[in-house]
């Protein structure tokens, strides 16, 4: 047997930028329908015996009309060649209330071989010798729970000789694994999933939500997502599993035979734009014009163009910062796709002064403005600490 797992599409995400494509398009919207169509490509070439996705297909309740019509056709180029889908839906696209219907009700005309699991409750699906336990996002957690324990395993393993009476068993899940923290998206309506439930014979644990390619435990992954949606995904890989499950004879020493099945997981990459982090700027004892040239020299060491990238000044007075010229700093970062200059202000008297905070221009216009000021005996430094201070703190109250 040997199927895929995907998952976390998030089609219609368009964060990072406003950037259109030619086509006229949000450009990270693009992107992502980019890698999940390469994925789509991929699947066909390795024609499994079906495939699983675990949740988040969309990015929204309510994706775009486009967004639908490019999901369905990317997902019957799978179908039309007689190879079974199940889709359970995540938390991003399950609607938060009973009343609200789901998108996901658009696809279940389109073909026998696509099956849609998001009715807030655990379905049982058979496919010749499997099982697939599916279990969509649902309304709360108590509801989630209450399904989940309706999971009970069917048959038994595989025999030897392959009889039509024994079953594999797949379980679907999107949620968060309990006691492990480092799996949770920091995201609302979170559901989290017993780790017992990891400890029962499945054959194979189709997890979703956590965006990194990982194993949980034997015959547990999550497939991670098809593209980058946030910063915290830098330096991930990303793609699908091809998932393969096979059987062999086992000879106890009392001359009795019984079957055992191994499993083969293999990552598959899928093209995504790139993210990367450039080394950080240790402002404490720059000035301005050394902090900006410290951004320029990191800007012309790395290839940042058409890239997602992230920058952090570290103990940058603020002083400085209120100083800095941020018309040059937008000219440092014109050339990446998306620049994300984090500036972590110095300590002053046991406060944290950390922001990604900036007030823009304003700043600058009332430096220059202040320095053309024809007035004797004017305290400019002073008026310009203070002022300074004063468009600061109207900025972080808007």
Do not use: W
Not at 97 to 103: E, K, L
Not at 154 to 174: E, I, K, R, W, Y
Not at 294 to 323: F, G, Q, W
Not at 344 to 359: L, M, P, R, V
């Amino acid at each position: 047997m040997r199927f895929v797992h995907i998952s976390d599409s998030h089609l219609g995400a368009s964060g990072f930028s406003r950037r259109l494509s030619p086509s006229g398009f949000n450009q990270r919207e693009e992107d992502i329908c980019h890698s999940f169509e390469s994925s789509i490509d991929q699947i066909i070439k390795l024609k499994p015996d079906f495939v699983l996705h675990t949740g988040d297909l969309f990015h929204s309740v309510r994706p775009t009309n486009r967004i639908i019509n490019f999901a369905i056709r990317q997902i019957l180029r799978v179908v039309n060649l007689q190879i079974p889908v199940v889709i359970i839906s995540g938390n991003h696209d399950t609607p938060k209330q009973r009343t609200v219907g789901s998108v996901f009700s658009f696809f279940e005309v389109f073909s026998p071989y696509l099956h849609l699991v998001y009715r807030n409750q655990y379905e049982l699906l058979k496919l010749d010798q499997v099982a697939i336990h599916a279990i969509p996002h649902c309304l709360d957690q108590e509801d989630f729970s209450k399904e989940v324990a309706k999971v009970k395993i069917v048959g038994g393993q595989p025999s030897a000789d392959g009889g039509q009476n024994s079953t594999f068993n797949v379980l679907m899940l999107h949620g968060v694994v309990a006691g492990i923290p480092e799996f949770s998206m920091g995201e609302l309506a979170e559901q989290e999933i017993p780790s017992s439930y990891l400890e029962m014979p499945f054959d194979y644990v189709a997890l979703g939500h956590y965006h990194r390619f990982c194993q949980v435990k034997s015959g547990g992954y999550y497939a991670g997502s098809t593209e980058r949606l946030s910063m915290a995904e830098l330096g991930q890989e990303k793609g699908f599993v091809e998932v393969e499950i096979e059987t062999s004879t086992v000879h106890s020493p009392q001359s009795t035979e019984t079957s055992s099945s191994t499993i083969n997981v293999k990552f598959h990459q899928v093209s995504a734009r790139e993210m990367i982090e450039l080394p950080f700027v240790e402002a404490q004892d720059l000035d301005q014009e050394q902090v900006l040239q410290e951004i320029e020299k990191r800007t012309e060491a790395a290839d940042i163009a058409e890239k997602i990238v992230r920058l952090k000044v570290k103990n940058i007075p603020e002083h400085i910062y209120n100083s800095l010229d941020f018309r040059k700093v937008a000219e440092l970062k014109s050339r990446a796709f998306h620049f994300d200059l984090r500036f972590e202000k110095k300590e002053e008297e046991g406060k944290d002064q950390s922001t990604k905070t900036s007030i823009g221009k304003l700043n600058v216009e009332f430096d220059q403005f202040l320095k053309q000021v024809p007035v004797e005996n004017l305290k400019k430094e002073r008026l310009l600490e203070l002022g300074l201070k004063y468009l600061l703190a109207e900025s972080n109250r808007q």
